[in-house]
């Protein structure tokens, strides 16, 4: 036996214990040694019964996804596929019961469903989830889970990749048993329980196959969703394509059907990106100069300064986790507003039911209010979510400074003044974070950690740490202007504007980069954000507007005319009550009147050059960053588009996206658009290099990583 696959045998039931840690993936050599311990059952006519356990904190979450790269780079020629290992399972002649606790998700819950029964801890969850990669089960889960848990379920467990609870699989008859502990006893039981009885494959079941009438309704239904949910998305339609076949074709036929499908989604490009992204959310988890045992600060109480737009989301993220919250306002009208919306928008996760009422009413009982600065005395840290002025936040932590416990961690949610300006209003900067939410923040995942010139790395290591605690993806960067996110958006959404001043129409502009994949155009966007927050920014910093580069006017003039944008009910489009937006023709007409006041020509502009524009104006402001050191790695700067920007991750970001489309090609595009439209489009020194050196940006960073 190899240490990645025991075998032992406890009263004629032999026992299989998968030992690839951290989740026992089902690697090429984990394979190998299931086939090996099979091998020996085989031929042992003593084994009356069989058991699969995994080692460790899960069963098995799945193929081991970095052999994937091996087979898309063609490095490794043909897939050892899972298929016939499972099938010698199932024929194996005596029962064999899985043993699940943790996750068993794609090939882990394929691995189980060719055992002829399932035994999991209550607490366990299992799943389908290779959509979120880009591809769709690959060793026949597509054909065995329609038969365990009929058409309707499997093809919403394929299509979406949601992970589905013990409870609920045990009702669609995935699972057979459940238990509270003790799992290996528990299923070395049911093992002799069903010894003698003849062991039911799940591939011979045609009882939950349904009828053709039946399951053309759930595949409409099923298409249709997937279109709108997971709008230009390959997988999930593929996936519905493979369990349809399970609904037509013998077992054998439906799995090549599967293969030739999931085949055609791992060479996928959206596959690469999604694989990308998926390991991107860890590799942004890890700093090279601040190490795993970093001591972590306590963080058990959290003070949060303002309850306007983010104070009063930060707080509810921080209640949902579990950490009681004290909010402070300027006064009982602002609190009182501040909590009012709170509720409302509990109210709403409540009646979509993402909430139950007796976790609302806890974590409201975490949120505690107050007017004065002296209950602060206590907490672990604190994040002032106060208006974006500078001597409004130094105010706040002078104030800070003097209540605060020693240690306690003191952040700021500001989206671009400099961190080290707002610590220097403290004399204990090694204290001191940016913590960016992104609205609404007890939705958005994304979560911008800004480190100060004397940020430590405890107050580093602990927000990091806790990021995870609180559903978010935590990004750390460095200190400028707008950090790495806003600073990126400021330049896409300058080029939106440039493009609408030369004669493109604004839903041109909206459209095209929504049918790029962005979860909204940039002017939309604008919107909903606020135009005035820009305004007032580029107002307070007119030193900002680099000479002799063209400005942008039409956002500057729509906020002199009150249109900031839903919150005003009119920016670039109208609003009705419902923040429903429609065309404004009059705005269309203003606009020319402007455009031909500044002399500006008008001409039609393609759907490709919009994209190109606004994307290439996001890579090279991006390279520009991780030139500066600001971003660690070009992922980094991935992560937070997909996770904070509606950035589409079946392109897998920004930078990804111009490795996948050739750093020559975008920068020769990029110089093209520097000799029309001018400097703003001098192309960031990396992008230059690296093209010229035919590298990419993920090999920049990676040569970084190893360098640092
Ligand atoms: N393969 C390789 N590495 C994996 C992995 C996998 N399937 N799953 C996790 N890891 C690594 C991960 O990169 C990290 O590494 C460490 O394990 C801990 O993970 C044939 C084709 C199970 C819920 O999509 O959803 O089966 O950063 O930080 O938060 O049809 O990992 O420490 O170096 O995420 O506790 C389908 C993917 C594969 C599940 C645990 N399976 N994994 O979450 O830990 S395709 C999946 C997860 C497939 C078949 C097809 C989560 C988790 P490092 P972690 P976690
Ligand atoms: P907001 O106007 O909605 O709320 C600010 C709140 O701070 C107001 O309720 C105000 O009464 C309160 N306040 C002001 N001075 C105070 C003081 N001394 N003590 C206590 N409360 C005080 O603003 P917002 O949109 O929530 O923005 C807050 C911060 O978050 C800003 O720095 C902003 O740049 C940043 N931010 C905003 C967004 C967004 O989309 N709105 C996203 C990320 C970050």
Redo the contacts with the bound molecule.
């Keep these: 036996m190899t240490d990645l696959v025991q075998l032992t045998k406890t009263d004629g039931i032999a026992v299989v214990t998968i030992n690839n840690p951290?989740?026992n993936?089902?690697?090429a050599a984990v394979s190998a040694g299931i086939a090996a311990a099979l091998a020996q059952i085989e031929k042992d006519d003593s084994v009356k019964g069989v058991v699969f356990i995994g080692a460790g904190?899960?069963f098995?979450?799945?193929?081991?996804?970095?052999?994937?790269g091996g087979l898309t780079s063609g490095k490794i020629i043909c897939r050892e596929s899972?298929k016939p290992l499972l099938m010698r399972i199932e024929d194996l002649g005596r029962p064999v019961v899985m043993a699940i606790h943790?996750?068993a998700?794609?090939?882990?819950?394929?691995l189980a469903m060719a055992g002829h029964y399932r035994i999991a801890l209550s607490r366990a969850?299992v799943?389908?989830?290779?959509v979120?990669?880009g591809?769709?089960?690959?060793?026949a889960?597509t054909q065995r889970l329609p038969r365990l848990a009929g058409v309707a379920k499997a093809v919403e467990m394929c299509a979406e990749?949601a992970?589905v609870k013990a409870e609920d699989a045990l009702k669609s008859g995935i699972l057979d048993r459940l238990v509270e502990d003790d799992l290996l006893a528990a299923a070395i039981a049911f093992a002799k329980e069903v010894a003698a009885k003849r062991a039911p494959k799940t591939r011979e079941r045609n009882d939950k196959r349904g009828t053709p009438e039946q399951n053309a309704a759930i595949l409409a239904a099923a298409r249709e969703t997937a279109r709108k949910k997971q709008r230009g998305l390959l997988a999930p339609l593929a996936a519905i394509d493979a369990v349809e076949a399970a609904t037509k074709l013998p077992f054998e036929e439906g799995c090549k059907k599967e293969e030739e499908l999931?085949t055609k989604c791992?060479f996928s490009d959206q596959a690469k990106s999604l694989i990308h992204a998926?390991?991107g959310?860890?590799?942004v988890?890890?700093i090279p100069d601040v190490p795993k045992e970093t001591p972590i600060l306590p963080v058990n109480s959290v003070g949060v300064v303002g309850a306007g737009t983010m104070g009063g989301g930060i707080a509810m993220v921080f209640a949902n986790a579990g950490i009681p919250v004290l909010l402070k306002e300027t006064d009982q009208a602002a609190l009182d507003r501040g909590i009012a919306n709170i509720r409302k928008t509990y109210a709403n996760s409540l009646k979509r039911g993402r909430f139950t009422q007796q976790f609302v009413d806890e974590r409201l009982k975490l949120i505690r209010t107050t007017l004065d600065y002296e209950e602060f005395a206590h907490v672990d840290m604190v994040i002032e979510a106060v208006f974006e002025n500078m001597a409004l936040k130094k105010e706040v932590f002078s104030e800070l400074e003097r209540v605060c416990k020693p240690g306690a961690i003191l952040a700021s949610n500001t989206s671009s003044l400099n961190i080290d300006e707002i610590a220097s209003a403290t004399s204990r900067p090694l204290s001191v974070i940016g913590t960016h939410f992104f609205s609404p923040a007890n939705v958005m995942r994304l979560l911008e950690i800004v480190r100060g010139a004397a940020t430590s790395k405890e107050v580093i290591a602990t927000c990091m740490q806790f990021s995870?605690k609180l559903g978010k993806v935590g990004v750390l960067v460095g200190n400028c202007m707008g950090f790495v996110g806003n600073r990126m958006f400021g330049p896409y959404r300058r080029e939106a504007q440039f493009l609408v001043e030369e004669g493109a129409s604004i839903e041109a502009v909206d459209n095209a980069l929504y049918e790029f994949g962005m979860a909204m155009g940039p002017l939309a966007t604008g919107d909903l954000a606020g135009l005035d927050v820009g305004w007032r920014i580029r107002k307070e910093n007119p030193h900002l507007q680099k000479a002799g580069l063209r400005r942008a006017f039409i956002e500057d003039r729509l906020c002199e005319l009150g249109r900031f944008g839903q919150k005003t009910g009119a920016g670039w489009y109208k609003y009705d009550e419902n923040r429903k937006p429609s065309p404004d023709p009059q705005l269309a007409g203003l606009i020319r009147q402007w455009t031909a006041e500044a002399g500006i020509p008008q001409r039609q502009i393609s759907a490709d050059e919009i994209v190109d524009r606004c994307i290439y104006t996001l890579v090279n402001e991006g390279a520009r960053l991780l030139e500066e050191g600001i971003a660690l790695r070009s992922v980094d700067i991935d992560i937070i588009y997909l996770n904070g920007y509606g950035f589409p991750a079946y392109r897998g970001g920004p930078m990804w996206y111009a490795d996948t489309v050739g750093l020559k090609k975008v920068c020769e595009r990029i110089r093209e658009f520097q000799q029309r439209l001018g400097n703003w489009w001098e192309p960031a020194p990396l992008l230059q290099r690296l093209s010229e050196q035919g590298k990419t940006f993920a090999e920049f960073s990676s040569r970084q990583g190893a360098a640092a």
């Excluded at 098995?60 to 994937?68: M, N, S, T, Y």
């Excluded at 998700?105 to 394929?110: K, M, V």
């Excluded at 591809?135 to 060793?139: K, S």
């Design positions: 951290p989740v993936a089902l690697s904190r899960t098995v979450a799945g193929a081991d996804i970095k052999e994937f899972l943790g996750t998700f794609g090939g882990g819950l394929e969850q799943g389908q989830p290779e979120k990669l591809i769709i089960p690959g060793a889960g990749g992970p999931f791992l998926f390991f959310e860890r590799e988890a890890k995870k």
